[in-house]
C-alpha cells in the first residue's frame, strides 16, 4: 500500500501537492537577494531532498536563473496562486529543495547552515550557533 511518508505539502490554492517519502539530506536558510526577492521577506528557510523521494502533482511554472557559481536554478511556482514551491540547481544535480513553507507540518525543521550572510539584513536576525557563510559554502563530497 502506501510508501510510508515523511511530509507531505501543497500550495495556498491546492492545485500543487507534494508528497516525500524520506527525510531531508540538508537543510539550509538562505540570505540572498534571489530569495529576499522571490519570499517577499528575510531568507527562505529550504529543505533538500534525494529527488526519487518527492513526488509533486499539478501543474507548475518555471522561472531559471544563473547562479553566481554558473549554475542554472530553476524555481517553480504555482501560476494560479503564486506559491513558491520547489527548485532544481544543476548545482546540485538528483537534489530537489523545497521552502518548508509550503509543507503540512514543518515542525521538525532545523537548518544544517546560514548561507549568504553577506545579503542578510540586521533586521532578520537568524541562528548564529550553527555555521554561517558569508555566500554559497562549497557543496560537501557525496557520501553513499
Ligand atoms: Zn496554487
Ligand atoms: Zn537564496
Redesign the pocket.
Known sequence: MNQAQFATGQCRCGQITISISDAPVLSSQ???????R?SGTG??S?AFFDESSVTISGQATGYTVTTDRGNRNTRYFCPKCGSRMYGINTGRPGKVAIPVGILDDNSWYEPDVV??TRQRESWDITRTDIPNFEEMPPIPPQTS
Open positions: 538562505c540570505h540572498c537577494k534571489d530569495c529576499q522571490l531568507h527562505f529550504l548561507v549568504y
